[in-house]
């Protein structure tokens, strides 16, 4: 027992600290993506803690963090806004309808783990993967520029001289402790300690800086100050549950459950290439539904996970659910007990923060490999990078990897081809090679010639595979054509599922397809659980 204890100590340090580091970082982007939405700052911290909690807990990738996102924000700002417009002026209706699309986007997020959805992030090649990566990391990027502003006069307007300096030697000093302490020391976490450091000098030589409470009260909140999160049982009374909300809500539930699903899983996908550990992507879709359906009852904005602030935990050795657990409760006490103190902090350390996670985040073997791979894939990489800066994570991933399906089956489509050979009886054989599918159903018609060969063709589907219907209706009509013509046409070599789709088509496919055939190629091709059950029994042996 004494040996288990001191095993865990050092994770269980490592996740506490990296979870207070995590909580600092939290708290502006909560802030800053709820002023986005046109909600209340507690609006986006409650939905911070909660559903960073529950994921924590319940989620299938320990480590990762969840909170309120910026790709959430820009749907909800929209949502919002027209809300507002159902009721009357200061009813502020478009609060409650957010609630209520957050609660059945949790629904929707919640049936796709029922449904296995959740492994459909395997299929998003690796070229898709990284654009992601990039074009997150300059989203980040170009997001903490904002912070580099001062209100004057009401308005928000760049940084010039002195102010300026200030702002861009404290954040030089917040990456130079994160980039150095580690090769000094990595028993303490560097974001931390960097965030202690320059909250110190800030606070004890009063200087005159943008911190996170003045980042609040710029933007229109009161402070940081709260109470724990109420039951929003306005909800059942303020918005009217009937077929006009649901179609006015749902297009939204369903976008941002997809943006969610997409950003928490392809974040899963690429915490799990750090650790070089395994998530459970169908878990995660019904942990991060089931906290969005809480955090909508209880007042939040919604949320999924969030590729900063996890890259952050990974990074100051957060692998375990301590650490989500930790960040989530800091949150909750910062809100709390210390919100005199957050609110302290100043913008600058944590602005150094995000720039360490953008430099860590960004792929930069891309540049090398620019020039060794596909082009197409090089098209794919830098189209997503660009659409995810431009639009969003989800239409980004979507049209990366419809691209690359695109690119796979216009390669494909070029590799079917024919052997042509006449037999000694007078048989003109085709011997067919390459996956028949929709897209190479033109260049197999193109094969043949159906007016010119002979009256006996036999047709040889050994090194080929039937795909879809497609492929089926070219074969049918190919046949067609042939008995059109007055000859007599044979299949050979057809798959299993192929003859029974087939059968079911035509009955005349009983007199051209042949079955008795005498081949161990095909009968290995056909039934590969035959050849797989025979060399288990050899090895048995």
């Known amino acids: 027992m004494t040996e288990f204890i001191t095993k865990r100590l050092p994770t269980i340090k490592n996740d506490i600290l990296s979870g207070l580091t995590v909580a600092l970082a939290l708290v502006p982007e909560a802030v800053a993506f709820a002023f986005v939405a046109g909600v209340d700052p507690l609006v986006g911290l409650y939905a911070a803690f909660m559903i960073g909690l529950i994921t924590a807990i319940f989620g299938g990738r320990p480590g990762m963090i969840s909170g309120a996102t910026g790709a959430l924000a820009v749907v909800m700002v929209a949502l919002v806004a027209k809300g507002n417009t159902l009721g009357v002026e200061g009813e502020n209706l478009g609060l409650y309808y957010l609630f209520a699309t957050v609660i059945l986007m949790g629904f929707i997020q919640m049936l796709a783990g029922i449904l296995k959805l959740g492994k459909f992030v395997r299929l998003i ?42 702002m861009i030697g404290l954040v030089g000093l917040t990456m130079t402790i994160i980039f150095g302490l580690p090769k000094l020391t990595k028993k303490v976490p560097e974001a931390l300690i960097a965030i202690l450091v320059v909250s110190a000098i800030v606070i004890f030589g009063n200087l005159e800086v943008a911190t996170v409470g003045s980042f609040i009260r710029d933007g229109g909140g009161e402070g940081l100050k709260g109470g724990l999160p109420q039951f929003q049982w306005n909800i059942f009374s303020k918005v009217p549950f009937n077929l006009e909300t649901l179609k006015f809500i749902f297009p939204y539930a369903l976008i941002l459950a997809a943006i969610g699903l997409i950003e928490s899983l392809m974040t899963l996908n690429l915490i799990d290439e750090l650790t070089e550990t395994r998530g459970n992507s169908n878990r995660e879709c019904l942990a991060q539904g089931g906290a969005n359906i809480v955090t909508g009852l209880f007042g939040g904005m919604g949320g999924c996970a ?3 602030q996890s890259l952050i935990n990974i990074k100051g050795g957060g692998r375990g659910r301590l650490s989500g657990i930790v960040a989530a409760l800091s949150l909750l006490a910062f809100i709390l007990f210390a919100s005199g103190l957050i609110e302290q902090v100043p913008i600058a350390a944590l602005v150094g923060v995000m720039f360490m996670v953008v430099i860590g985040t960004f792929a930069w073997s891309s540049f090398r490999i620019l020039n060794k791979i596909p082009v197409s894939d090089v098209i794919v990489l830098i189209a997503v990078s660009a659409l995810t800066v431009i639009f969003d994570l989800a239409i980004a991933v979507i049209a990366g990897v419809i691209i690359s399906a695109l690119v796979f089956s216009w390669e494909n489509a070029k590799r079917i081809r024919a052997r042509k050979r006449i037999r000694e ?43 879809d219907h497609s492929a089926l209706e070219a074969i049918f009509n190919l046949v067609n054509k042939y008995e059109a013509e007055g000859k007599t046409i044979k299949l050979k070599h057809l798959s299993e599922d192929c003859k029974i789709l087939l059968y079911k088509a035509s009955p005349k496919f009983h007199e051209v397809i042949v079955e008795d055939i005498d081949d161990p190629r095909y009968h290995l091709a056909a039934n590969p659980e035959r050849f797989t059950k025979g060399l288990s029994e050899y090895k048995h042996l």
């Not at 170009?142 to 580099?148: D, E, V, W």
């Not at 159903?441 to 040889?460: L, R, S």
């Open 125 to 166: 090649p690796h070229p898709v993967m990284m654009g992601f990566v990039n074009g997150l990391a300059i989203v980040i990027f170009l997001s903490q520029l904002g912070m580099f502003k001062e209100v004057i006069n009401g308005e928000k307007v760049w940084m010039e001289s002195t102010p300026l300096l200030i």
């Open 306 to 308: 969030m590729i900063g």
């Open 425 to 467: 009886d007078g048989t003109k054989v085709y011997e067919i090679w390459g996956p028949l599918f929709f897209g190479s159903v033109i260049a197999f018609n193109e094969k043949f010639d159906v007016k010119g060969d002979p009256d006996k063709v036999e047709i040889d589907f050994v090194e080929s595979r039937i795909s």
